[in-house]
Protein backbone atom coordinates (compact mmCIF):
# COMPACT_ATOMS: atom_id res chain seq x y z
CA UNK A 1 0.00 0.00 0.00
CA UNK A 2 1.43 3.58 -0.98
CA UNK A 3 1.91 5.94 1.92
CA UNK A 4 2.81 9.61 1.31
CA UNK A 5 5.54 10.38 3.17
CA UNK A 6 6.25 13.88 5.12
CA UNK A 7 9.25 14.88 7.34
CA UNK A 8 7.45 14.79 11.07
CA UNK A 9 8.79 18.23 12.12
CA UNK A 10 11.06 20.88 11.04
CA UNK A 11 12.79 23.76 12.41
CA UNK A 12 13.14 27.28 10.95
CA UNK A 13 14.79 30.21 12.24
CA UNK A 14 13.14 33.73 11.49
CA UNK A 15 13.54 35.03 7.94
CA UNK A 16 15.43 32.04 6.94
CA UNK A 17 13.97 29.47 4.03
CA UNK A 18 12.87 26.13 4.95
CA UNK A 19 11.36 23.26 2.42
CA UNK A 20 9.33 20.69 3.25
CA UNK A 21 9.03 17.80 0.77
CA UNK A 22 6.33 15.47 0.02
CA UNK A 23 7.26 11.63 -1.44
CA UNK A 24 6.05 8.30 -2.13
CA UNK A 25 7.07 4.99 -0.21
CA UNK A 26 7.05 3.29 -3.98
CA UNK A 27 7.78 5.72 -6.89
CA UNK A 28 8.03 9.44 -7.88
CA UNK A 29 5.97 12.19 -7.35
CA UNK A 30 5.29 13.97 -10.67
CA UNK A 31 2.34 16.98 -11.61
CA UNK A 32 0.03 14.55 -12.79
CA UNK A 33 -0.18 13.76 -8.55
CA UNK A 34 -1.54 17.35 -8.82
CA UNK A 35 0.45 17.48 -5.14
CA UNK A 36 -1.09 20.06 -2.56
CA UNK A 37 -0.54 21.44 0.52
CA UNK A 38 -2.42 22.57 3.28
CA UNK A 39 -1.74 24.58 6.49
CA UNK A 40 -3.30 23.61 9.86
CA UNK A 41 -3.16 25.11 13.14
CA UNK A 42 -4.84 23.50 16.48
CA UNK A 43 -8.48 23.76 16.59
CA UNK A 44 -8.69 24.81 12.67
CA UNK A 45 -10.01 23.56 9.58
CA UNK A 46 -7.10 22.95 7.25
CA UNK A 47 -5.96 26.08 4.91
CA UNK A 48 -5.40 25.60 1.04
CA UNK A 49 -1.91 26.57 -0.01
CA UNK A 50 -0.54 25.33 -2.97
CA UNK A 51 -2.39 23.28 -5.76
CA UNK A 52 -1.62 21.76 -8.84
CA UNK A 53 1.95 21.85 -7.57
CA UNK A 54 2.65 25.26 -8.28
CA UNK A 55 -0.29 27.36 -8.11
CA UNK A 56 -0.87 29.47 -4.93
CA UNK A 57 -4.32 29.40 -3.55
CA UNK A 58 -6.15 33.26 -3.31
CA UNK A 59 -5.12 35.06 -0.35
CA UNK A 60 -1.51 32.98 0.51
CA UNK A 61 1.62 35.24 0.72
CA UNK A 62 3.76 34.96 -1.89
CA UNK A 63 6.80 33.43 0.63
CA UNK A 64 4.80 30.12 -0.19
CA UNK A 65 6.08 28.36 -3.35
CA UNK A 66 5.34 24.59 -4.50
CA UNK A 67 7.57 22.33 -6.39
CA UNK A 68 8.35 19.60 -7.67
CA UNK A 69 12.60 18.44 -6.68
CA UNK A 70 13.79 15.41 -7.72
CA UNK A 71 11.14 12.93 -6.96
CA UNK A 72 9.17 14.31 -4.27
CA UNK A 73 6.85 17.68 -4.14
CA UNK A 74 8.00 20.21 -2.55
CA UNK A 75 6.93 23.50 -0.46
CA UNK A 76 9.02 26.54 0.47
CA UNK A 77 8.89 28.77 2.87
CA UNK A 78 10.76 31.92 2.15
CA UNK A 79 11.46 34.69 4.87
CA UNK A 80 9.79 31.96 7.46
CA UNK A 81 7.60 34.20 10.29
CA UNK A 82 6.48 33.29 13.60
CA UNK A 83 3.26 32.38 12.17
CA UNK A 84 4.05 30.44 9.58
CA UNK A 85 4.44 27.58 12.77
CA UNK A 86 1.95 25.51 11.94
CA UNK A 87 1.54 22.22 10.43
CA UNK A 88 1.59 21.10 7.04
CA UNK A 89 -0.37 18.21 5.26
CA UNK A 90 0.55 17.57 1.19
CA UNK A 91 -2.16 15.27 -0.53
CA UNK A 92 -1.44 13.46 -3.71
CA UNK A 93 -3.80 12.01 -6.65
CA UNK A 94 -3.02 8.37 -6.80
CA UNK A 95 -5.21 8.16 -9.74
CA UNK A 96 -8.90 6.31 -10.32
CA UNK A 97 -10.45 8.90 -7.90
CA UNK A 98 -8.40 8.33 -5.11
CA UNK A 99 -6.74 10.98 -3.26
CA UNK A 100 -3.94 10.42 -0.47
CA UNK A 101 -2.50 12.48 2.54
CA UNK A 102 0.34 12.61 3.90
CA UNK A 103 1.16 12.55 7.87
CA UNK A 104 1.92 15.80 7.89
CA UNK A 105 5.00 18.12 9.06
CA UNK A 106 5.12 20.28 12.56
CA UNK A 107 6.86 23.29 11.31
CA UNK A 108 8.59 24.98 14.49
CA UNK A 109 9.82 28.30 14.13
CA UNK A 110 12.78 29.52 16.54
CA UNK B 1 -18.44 33.86 -0.89
CA UNK B 2 -17.82 30.43 -1.13
CA UNK B 3 -19.29 28.15 1.87
CA UNK B 4 -19.60 24.59 2.94
CA UNK B 5 -21.54 23.85 5.94
CA UNK B 6 -21.46 19.95 7.36
CA UNK B 7 -24.37 19.11 9.70
CA UNK B 8 -25.55 15.63 11.68
CA UNK B 9 -22.64 14.48 13.04
CA UNK B 10 -23.73 13.09 16.88
CA UNK B 11 -22.82 10.62 19.28
CA UNK B 12 -23.69 6.91 18.20
CA UNK B 13 -23.40 3.53 19.05
CA UNK B 14 -20.84 1.03 17.57
CA UNK B 15 -22.72 -0.78 14.52
CA UNK B 16 -25.51 2.06 14.10
CA UNK B 17 -25.95 4.42 11.09
CA UNK B 18 -25.96 8.22 10.56
CA UNK B 19 -26.44 10.28 7.72
CA UNK B 20 -24.16 13.63 7.27
CA UNK B 21 -25.03 16.38 5.02
CA UNK B 22 -23.10 19.28 3.47
CA UNK B 23 -25.23 22.48 2.30
CA UNK B 24 -22.70 24.73 -0.15
CA UNK B 25 -23.14 28.26 -1.28
CA UNK B 26 -21.79 30.60 -3.17
CA UNK B 27 -20.66 29.30 -6.13
CA UNK B 28 -22.02 26.69 -8.67
CA UNK B 29 -22.06 23.54 -7.51
CA UNK B 30 -22.58 21.41 -10.29
CA UNK B 31 -19.10 22.48 -11.82
CA UNK B 32 -17.23 21.66 -9.20
CA UNK B 33 -15.55 18.06 -7.29
CA UNK B 34 -16.44 17.61 -3.55
CA UNK B 35 -14.61 15.26 -1.34
CA UNK B 36 -15.70 14.32 2.81
CA UNK B 37 -12.28 13.82 4.61
CA UNK B 38 -12.28 13.28 8.21
CA UNK B 39 -9.77 13.94 11.43
CA UNK B 40 -9.66 12.00 14.28
CA UNK B 41 -8.58 13.11 17.61
CA UNK B 42 -4.81 13.35 17.47
CA UNK B 43 -4.67 12.22 13.73
CA UNK B 44 -4.29 14.05 10.39
CA UNK B 45 -6.73 14.76 8.01
CA UNK B 46 -8.07 11.37 5.76
CA UNK B 47 -9.28 11.63 2.46
CA UNK B 48 -12.90 9.61 3.01
CA UNK B 49 -14.80 9.97 -0.94
CA UNK B 50 -15.02 12.39 -3.53
CA UNK B 51 -17.17 12.87 -6.49
CA UNK B 52 -16.84 14.88 -9.99
CA UNK B 53 -19.17 17.33 -11.17
CA UNK B 54 -18.79 15.67 -14.55
CA UNK B 55 -20.04 12.29 -13.66
CA UNK B 56 -17.34 10.03 -11.83
CA UNK B 57 -17.42 8.47 -8.74
CA UNK B 58 -17.93 8.55 -6.16
CA UNK B 59 -14.67 6.91 -5.29
CA UNK B 60 -13.55 6.11 -1.68
CA UNK B 61 -11.03 5.39 0.51
CA UNK B 62 -10.34 1.68 0.93
CA UNK B 63 -10.61 1.95 4.38
CA UNK B 64 -14.77 3.24 4.32
CA UNK B 65 -15.34 1.27 1.30
CA UNK B 66 -18.59 -0.92 1.49
CA UNK B 67 -19.68 1.09 4.81
CA UNK B 68 -19.88 4.86 3.79
CA UNK B 69 -21.93 6.09 0.75
CA UNK B 70 -21.45 9.61 -0.92
CA UNK B 71 -24.17 11.71 -2.95
CA UNK B 72 -25.01 14.65 -4.33
CA UNK B 73 -28.50 16.04 -3.83
CA UNK B 74 -30.81 15.97 -7.19
CA UNK B 75 -31.95 19.42 -6.80
CA UNK B 76 -29.82 20.92 -3.94
CA UNK B 77 -26.69 22.48 -3.28
CA UNK B 78 -26.23 19.53 -1.42
CA UNK B 79 -23.84 16.54 -0.66
CA UNK B 80 -24.35 13.78 1.67
CA UNK B 81 -22.28 11.09 3.01
CA UNK B 82 -24.10 7.91 4.54
CA UNK B 83 -22.25 6.19 6.87
CA UNK B 84 -23.18 2.44 8.06
CA UNK B 85 -21.62 -0.35 10.65
CA UNK B 86 -20.17 2.57 12.24
CA UNK B 87 -16.86 1.60 14.65
CA UNK B 88 -15.26 3.39 17.52
CA UNK B 89 -12.11 4.44 15.01
CA UNK B 90 -14.87 6.47 12.63
CA UNK B 91 -15.05 8.81 15.97
CA UNK B 92 -13.64 11.73 13.61
CA UNK B 93 -14.20 15.45 13.12
CA UNK B 94 -16.13 15.19 9.31
CA UNK B 95 -14.96 17.88 6.43
CA UNK B 96 -16.78 18.05 3.04
CA UNK B 97 -14.76 20.32 0.73
CA UNK B 98 -14.52 21.88 -2.47
CA UNK B 99 -12.34 21.07 -5.28
CA UNK B 100 -10.31 23.49 -7.08
CA UNK B 101 -11.61 22.02 -10.06
CA UNK B 102 -13.97 19.33 -11.74
CA UNK B 103 -12.57 16.86 -9.59
CA UNK B 104 -8.68 16.69 -8.00
CA UNK B 105 -6.39 19.10 -8.93
CA UNK B 106 -6.12 20.12 -5.12
CA UNK B 107 -8.41 20.85 -2.85
CA UNK B 108 -10.20 24.76 -2.21
CA UNK B 109 -12.36 25.75 0.31
CA UNK B 110 -12.89 23.44 3.64
CA UNK B 111 -15.79 23.30 5.80
CA UNK B 112 -15.88 23.76 9.26
CA UNK B 113 -16.68 20.36 9.77
CA UNK B 114 -18.82 18.29 12.22
CA UNK B 115 -18.30 15.90 14.52
CA UNK B 116 -19.14 12.16 14.83
CA UNK B 117 -18.75 10.02 17.60
CA UNK B 118 -18.70 6.63 17.85
CA UNK B 119 -18.93 4.98 21.32
CA UNK B 120 -21.03 2.54 24.02
Known amino acids: QTVVTQESSLSVSPGATVTLTCGLS?????????PSWYQQNPGQSPRTLIYSTTSRSSGVPDRFSGSILGKKAALTITGAQADDESTYYC??????????FGGGTKLTVL | EVQLLESGGVLVQPGESLRLSCAAS????????VSWVRQGPGKGPEWLSG????????YYADSVKGRFTMSRGTSENTLYLQMNSLRAEDTAVYHC?????????????WGLGTTVSVSS
Open chain 2, 97 to 109: VKHQSSYYHGFDV
Open chain 2, 26 to 33: GFTFSNFG
Open chain 1, 26 to 34: SGSVSTTNY
Open chain 1, 91 to 100: VLYMGSGVVL
Open chain 2, 51 to 58: ISSSGGGP
